[in-house]
């Protein structure tokens, strides 16, 4: 239908080595009730669900009138459906992806890098960095979901130093010293003497990593042997991390990192130079377009050491400051915005009861994509021809500025997470 605005999409999944295998991924999940014909196979990792124009993976159109065109071939010769705004500012673009993402295994050390760096990272090692972009994430919570964000307060780390030696022997004498005696002082200081700990540990020798990390499992494997607790050195994590990655320097960055456990509704940010990992856990994550990381370990991918240890922002910050909560909207009482302070992105996310009979979806003057988490709906607009079916997994693409009407066909609550840019 010419001039049709809103459409299904039919979306890539990617299946990681770090993927949930089967039907314990929430990707394999929303597949399967998306799709009754979706085969999907136990022993195989479904690790992300990507809806969006990304060059490796290209939502497709459902739709009888343009199906044979994938979203990013349609947005190309349909500019005006991102919004004047958008079109703009981003060169007729669509400037964010979305994913969701069921994490069995830890996803790397890493940071990513804001648009100066980036330039010069892609000028510079364009195998490694394939784009001159920012790539600012956030990553909203669909189960519990366990990921390291930001450095930790010093005290933290300082108490770490004290009851891990295997930690404080990588770290060496000279660098926590300057870390206690930067307790009290001013910000520079204490953020001048992380850098100095972080960066004698990165660039500690494979051999003596090893060593040291073998001597804490062990300790940790005997006092659980023995009946006790090693929670407060993280026993249990480092544990399963060194099993992941034996070896990997990355099992000790826990120490300097926050630990974030993340309920279902909550979110972080992760916004350029601040190091993080997701370490278990699904979640809805958008991102800007990007493929630019900045890794230095639990990750067999290229690791950048030197680029991470000068990139990142040392100002240390307390977890429950790095959480980023949502903005409930004044005009719809369902609605919960997650607007963090970059261009790229905005994700909206509605929780709507069973007992609504009709949810009436905001018009934007951007185009968004809207993913169907729980819940059975048909979805009209004026532009459609026909009613849309949308059930648990179902995916719509809505151009700007247009209204779409959601019927409930079963009683029960809706949860749906929309993704758009609010200029």
């Given at each position: 239908m010419a001039g049709q605005r809103v459409?299904?999409?039919s979306c890539v999944v990617q299946q990681y080595a770090w993927g949930k295998t089967g039907s314990n991924s929430e990707v394999a999940r929303l597949l399967a009730s998306s799709d009754p014909l979706a085969q999907i196979a136990e022993d195989k990792p479904y690790a992300e669900l990507w809806m969006?124009?990304?060059?490796?993976?290209d939502a497709k159109i459902l739709d009888n009138h343009i199906s044979q065109k994938t979203l990013g071939?349609?947005?190309?010769e349909n500019q005006d459906c991102l919004g004047p705004k958008v079109k703009e500012t981003f060169n007729g673009k669509l400037p964010f992806l979305f994913?969701?993402?069921s994490v069995e295994t830890a996803l790397s050390i890493q940071a990513h890098p804001n648009k100066a760096l980036a330039e010069k990272l892609h000028h510079q090692a364009p195998q490694h960095y394939p784009d001159a972009n920012h790539k600012p994430e956030m990553a909203i919570a669909l189960t519990s979901f366990q990921?390291?964000?930001g450095f930790r307060p010093v005290e933290e780390i300082v108490t770490f130093l004290k009851k891990v030696p295997e930690f404080q022997f990588l770290i060496g004498d000279d660098a926590t010293t300057q870390l206690r005696q930067s307790l009290g002082s001013d910000s520079q200081a204490m953020a001048s003497a992380l850098r100095s700990c972080f960066t004698h540990l990165m660039r500690s020798e494979k051999k003596v990593v090893v060593e040291q990390l073998n001597l804490?499992?062990?300790r940790i494997s005997q006092q659980v042997s023995a009946g006790n607790s090693m929670e407060d050195i993280c026993g249990t994590l480092l544990l399963d991390l060194h099993q992941q990655y034996p070896g990997d320097i990355g099992c000790f960055a826990i120490y300097f990192l926050n630990l974030l456990t993340l309920k279902p509704g909550e979110a972080m940010f992760l916004e350029a130079n601040v190091p993080h990992a997701y370490l278990k856990g699904d979640c809805v994550e958008c991102m800007a377009c990007s493929d630019n990381t900045v890794r230095a370990g639990l990750t067999p991918k290229f690791i950048d050491v030197p680029t991470l240890c000068e990139m990142l922002n040392y100002t240390p910050t307390a977890s429950k400051d790095r959480l980023f909560p949502p903005e409930q909207s004044q005009d719809d009482p369902y609605l919960s915005i997650y607007n963090p302070p970059v261009p790229d992105f905005t994700v909206m996310r509605m929780q709507v009861p069973g007992s609504v009979t009709e949810y009436k979806v905001l018009a934007l003057d951007s185009a968004s994509i809207l993913l169907m988490v729980q819940g059975t709906v048909t979805a009209s607009t004026p532009t459609a021809q026909a009613a849309i079916p949308l059930q648990r997994g179902g995916v719509l693409f809505i151009g700007a500025n247009e209204s779409v009407s959601l019927k409930l066909t079963e009683p029960k609550d809706l949860l749906i997470f929309r993704a758009c840019c609010l200029l």
């Open positions: 459409f299904p999409l969006g124009t990304h060059p490796r993976g071939q349609w947005i190309a994913k969701v993402l990921g390291l964000c804490l499992v062990k």
